[in-house]
């Protein structure tokens, strides 16, 4: 594995991003999706201590929906099994949200502010307001050992495609049958297409099938075609939980890819 391959984005979001990568096997590919799935290392909320609760929930149930807050985790900054810990304190009529958990580090937060953990009242008959504190120790692990741990929480592959013209389509043929496809193509008849924004498309673009709504009969009309794989080109969809962007988390991912294949190789050759 010497890492000479390509990376080339298609779309890209600040937690979603779908981008091929050219010059890798289909072991590869798929040892990635796994990578990103199971071996980056994220914190999340691992130990509750409560403090007081008196809403109208289990202070197990609590601690369950902390746990599944994702938290930012800057890269480089932790090692694994490090903590940080987190403390929030409301009072009713009011809802706990997760970005009432205040951190006791900076670079680390809730990574989405408005997940609701419970609905605190003040019941008529009551003397006081419900009223949840307590602290959470948010510690380093991965996917593998829990999925509170998964920083991809939405990722796949497929192989890049390509559509080649055989001829034109017969006319009694609608087009129907095998027209539709689903992925992205890498333009190669550009002379035959139909570009979806009125500009005349050029080989060698990606274009995501959505865009001529799956249907090559729509891309290429009159058209008989065949679609082929891209040898050793995989289109990637990644999305995150928030705890890192995707370029950290693919890279961290690709990262610990190398990190076994250099254990591997020191193993055997003792």
């Known amino acids: 594995m010497t890492g000479d391959f390509e990376v080339q984005f298609i779309d890209r979001g600040e937690r979603t991003a779908r981008f091929v990568v050219r010059g890798v096997t289909p072991a590869f590919a798929n040892g990635l999706r796994r990578a990103i799935i199971a071996d980056v290392p994220t914190l ?14 289990f ?60 609905e605190l009242k003040y019941p008529e008959t009551a003397d006081s307001p419900q009223r949840l ?38 006319a009694f043929d609608d087009g129907t049958e095998d027209s539709i496809l689903r992925g992205v193509i890498e333009e190669q008849a550009a002379e035959e297409a139909v570009g979806s924004d009125g500009e005349t498309p050029e080989n060698g673009e990606l274009v995501p099938t959505e865009t001529f709504d799956n249907d090559l009969s729509q891309r290429y009309p009159d058209k008989e075609v065949e679609v082929h794989d891209v040898p050793e080109a995989f289109v990637f969809h990644v999305e995150s939980d928030g705890s890192m962007s995707i370029d950290e988390l693919v890279l961290t991912a690709t990262d610990t890819l190398f990190d076994r294949a250099d254990e591997l190789e020191q193993a055997v050759s003792l």
Request: proline share 5%.
């Open 44 to 57: 999340s909320i691992d130990s509750v201590r409560i403090i007081e609760n008196s809403s109208v929930m």
């Open 133 to 170: 504190e307590l602290e959470a120790d948010a510690v380093m692990g991965r996917g593998r050992d829990h999925a509170k741990n998964q920083g991809g929480i939405a990722v796949g592959y497929r192989h890049l495609q390509t559509v080649d013209i055989v001829g034109d389509r017969d």
């Open 59 to 118: 202070d197990e149930q609590i601690a369950l929906r902390l746990g599944l807050v994702p938290l930012t985790t800057p890269p480089d900054e932790f090692e694994e099994g490090d903590s940080v810990t987190l403390a929030l304190d409301v009072e009713g009529p009011e809802t706990a949200y997760s970005g009432d958990l205040v951190s006791n580090h900076e670079l680390v937060e809730p990574a989405d502010k408005n997940i609701p953990i419970i």
